[in-house]
């Protein structure tokens, strides 16, 4: 709960108004694969609230019910054929219906698209952006339409969520052109949202100019995902903001959607510690608010949805350095306003204040690399006009508003501290909900009943239309109730149907050691995908529970230590061809089959 509050309250912390959330399809989408609502196309008539992306938007909607909510698929089903397609327009409509029925969540806006699948890619840099006229149409034909029939007519579409970098110069803001050019999808699209407009993480590019007249269409321009650093330090936050900034500034870009909120992943994998806060220890309750949150709360605290820039109060602080920047805005009612600073080196401001905007006494907050998001003072203007003397490598917030608070948790969080014995049947959950700790990669692991008990199943029985990343080749599912470790032990019974179930240590997603068994009895002993053993299960009955055991241990050698066992008996034991030397965290996996686990145990160290 404090945690969502440092998200989403209004000025507490960072407060959050705009939530982009996944429309999940079982596909991995960076760092994780979230569950569709409609995993078969017999699903759609009666799609299910799967997932954790529907309660993060309705616990949003509870702390600030004026938040934007929107939503965006990373890959979609099988059955949608593609991301262009009717079926996929009808997805993304259950998606919505299952917000309103089960959460009562009133969606403002959906993608009109696949996340970054549009995008030009290295390979293809002589092309025209290769899935244009297909978004168009999808956009105009199929979903404009389809949201229109089924009730969501105030439901808007931002398109098409990818770089514009890696192509030619011809090339540049193609969804722009696409806007210019063809009348129909123009009037179909509401906003166009582009990722990392003036660069990636600390790096800086120039887009620029836009098309010529695309501003004058009135279409919202967002940077429709931005940020991604890892660590949270201070400096990334001074950076962001100073982004922000420069969006609007040179772009007209009133929007920035930063990837992602918080993170709790294990240690160690891909994107463990991009966010705001981290909360990667679900088994003790540490969590850490990292300084960048503080920094951007110099631009939620002190704006809202609603008030607007002003064109001739925003600009560079020193006039060839991209450094320092600013801008100001004010509020709907014409007179209370906030100016945020990004300073490089220290300055003066010199400001004057428009007679029509209110002389009310300034509230100045800063932040740098030592304390974030202090008030400093407060400033009655003389005449109209004041004077301060600004620090270099700052941000500065300057209001009429009051209100601003830097929160505090209310509880004292927890130390943090090793992960131990863990172990779970089931049978404590109810139908479709996601074991704790688990993180698919891949696949939709979930409780179903099965002959009087609950067993988690795998329920993909097809690969769907993957993120631009490409796809696992099967299904897998990390358990996050620990960091990385080096010796570990994973235990399970298992039932394969078809294909083949898997259990080991995953070191990340092109290694991993692992236990597998297929239908057939047939069991290897893997890593990466080179076979280190393999052999035939003693007896082997299809529709019997195959106990399953492993253990990894890279304490003391470069090659791991492996030790298998199925049905009490020892299999394997040795070392690994394979070296690795850091730690690596406990998974579940099989293939594209509906595979069950009775249940799982850990033991993350001996």
């Known amino acids: 709960?404090?945690?969502?509050?440092?998200?989403?309250?209004?000025?507490?912390?960072?407060?959050?108004?705009?939530?982009?959330?996944?429309?999940?399809?079982?596909m991995n989408s960076t760092c994780g694969a979230e569950p569709s609502h409609a995993i078969t196309l017999e699903e759609l008539d009666n799609p299910v609230p799967r997932g954790y992306e529907f309660w993060l938007a309705a616990e949003a909607k509870k702390r600030n019910p004026d938040i934007i909510l929107d939503a965006l698929p990373w890959g979609t089903p099988y059955w949608t054929g593609d991301f262009t397609t009717q079926e996929a327009a009808d997805?993304?409509?259950?998606?919505?219906?299952?917000?309103?029925?089960?959460?009562?969540?009133?969606?403002?806006?959906?993608?009109?698209?696949?996340?970054?699948?549009?995008?030009?890619?290295?390979?293809?840099?002589?092309?025209?952006?290769?899935?244009?006229?297909?978004?168009?149409?999808?956009?105009?034909?199929?979903?404009?339409?389809?949201?229109?029939?089924?009730?969501?007519?105030?439901?808007?579409?931002?398109?098409?969520?990818?770089?514009?970098?890696?192509?030619?110069?011809?090339?540049?803001?193609?969804?722009?052109?696409?806007?210019?050019?063809?009348?129909?999808?123009?009037?179909?699209?509401?906003?166009?949202?582009?990722?990392?407009?003036?660069?990636?993480?600390?790096?800086y590019r120039d887009d620029r100019p836009l098309p010529e007249g695309f501003i004058e269409t009135g279409k919202r321009f967002w940077a429709s995902e931005d940020y991604s650093n890892n660590g949270g330090e201070f400096e990334k936050g001074w950076n962001?903001?100073?982004?922000?900034?420069?969006?609007?500034?040179?772009?007209?870009?009133?929007?920035?959607?930063a990837w992602a909120p918080f993170t709790s992943l294990p240690s160690g994998f891909f994107w463990n510690n991009v966010g705001f806060i981290d909360a990667s220890e679900p088994w003790s309750g540490y969590y850490e608010i990292w300084p960048v949150l503080w920094c951007v709360a110099h631009v939620t605290q002190f704006a809202e949805p609603g008030w607007q820039f002003m064109d001739a109060s925003q600009g560079r602080i020193e006039k060839d350095s991209p450094g320092g920047v600013y801008a100001a805005l004010k509020s709907p009612n014409g007179k209370d306003w906030s100016l945020i600073a990004v300073t490089e080196n220290s300055t003066t401001l010199n400001m004057e204040i428009d007679s029509e905007l209110s002389g009310k006494m300034i509230q100045?907050?800063?932040?740098d690399n030592t304390e974030q998001f202090i008030k400093v003072e407060s400033i009655k203007p003389v005449n109209g006009k004041i004077e301060l003397e600004l620090d270099g490598k700052s941000i500065y917030s300057l209001t009429t508003t009051t209100g601003q608070i830097k929160g505090q948790p209310l509880h004292v969080i927890p130390e943090e501290k090793p992960a131990g014995l863990w172990k779970d049947d089931f049978q404590s959950y109810k139908k479709y909900d996601k074991p704790?700790?688990?993180?698919?990669?891949?696949?939709?692991?979930?409780?179903?009943?099965?002959?009087?008990e609950n067993v988690l199943k795998q329920q993909i029985p097809q690969v769907g239309c993957a993120w631009h990343r490409g796809t696992y080749g099967s299904c897998v599912s990390?358990?996050?109730?620990?960091?990385?470790?080096?010796?570990?032990?994973?235990?399970?019974?298992?039932?394969v149907p078809d294909g083949y179930a898997e259990i080991g240590a995953a070191a990340h997603k092109d290694l991993y050691f692992r236990l597998q068994i297929h239908k057939n009895g047939i069991w290897k002993l893997l890593a990466k995908n080179n076979v280190i053993k393999e052999g035939t299960i003693d007896a082997f009955k299809a529709e019997k529970w195959q106990t399953v055991s492993f253990s990894f241990d890279s304490s003391e050698?470069?090659?791991?230590?492996?030790?298998?066992?199925?049905?009490?008996?020892?299999?394997?034991?040795?070392?690994?061809?394979?070296?690795?030397?850091?730690?690596?965290?406990?998974?579940?996996?099989?293939?594209?089959?509906?595979?069950m686990f009775k249940w799982v145990e850990i033991n993350p160290v001996k």
């Open 478 to 495: 990390y358990f996050g109730g620990t960091n990385q470790v080096r010796t570990m032990h994973i235990n399970s019974a298992v039932k």
């Open 240 to 257: 962001y903001v100073r982004k922000i900034i420069r969006e609007y500034n040179e772009l007209r870009i009133t929007k920035s959607i």
């Open 436 to 452: 704790k700790y688990w993180v698919d990669q891949e696949g939709t692991f979930e409780i179903i009943p099965f002959k009087g």
């Open 91 to 203: 997805w993304v409509i259950a998606f919505l219906d299952v917000a309103k029925k089960y959460y009562g969540l009133e969606f403002d806006y959906v993608g009109g698209c696949q996340n970054e699948q549009s995008m030009i890619t290295h390979k293809e840099k002589e092309k025209r952006h290769p899935n244009s006229e297909k978004v168009r149409k999808f956009v105009t034909d199929y979903l404009r339409p389809t949201l229109d029939r089924r009730g969501y007519k105030d439901v808007q579409i931002v398109t098409s969520d990818f770089y514009n970098g890696h192509i030619p110069e011809k090339y540049a803001w193609s969804v722009m052109k696409d806007v210019l050019n063809y009348p129909e999808f123009a009037d179909a699209v509401d906003v166009v949202g582009y990722h990392y407009p003036v660069g990636y993480m600390h790096r």
């Open 557 to 595: 050698k470069e090659f791991p230590e492996l030790k298998c066992i199925i049905n009490d008996k020892v299999v394997f034991s040795g070392d690994s061809p394979e070296k690795h030397t850091v730690g690596v965290v406990p998974f579940i996996g099989t293939s594209y089959s509906p595979n």
């Open 1 to 26: 709960s404090e945690i969502l509050d440092f998200l989403f309250s209004p000025k507490l912390g960072i407060g959050f108004q705009h939530l982009k959330v996944e429309i999940g399809s079982g």
């Open 364 to 367: 100045v907050w800063k932040s």
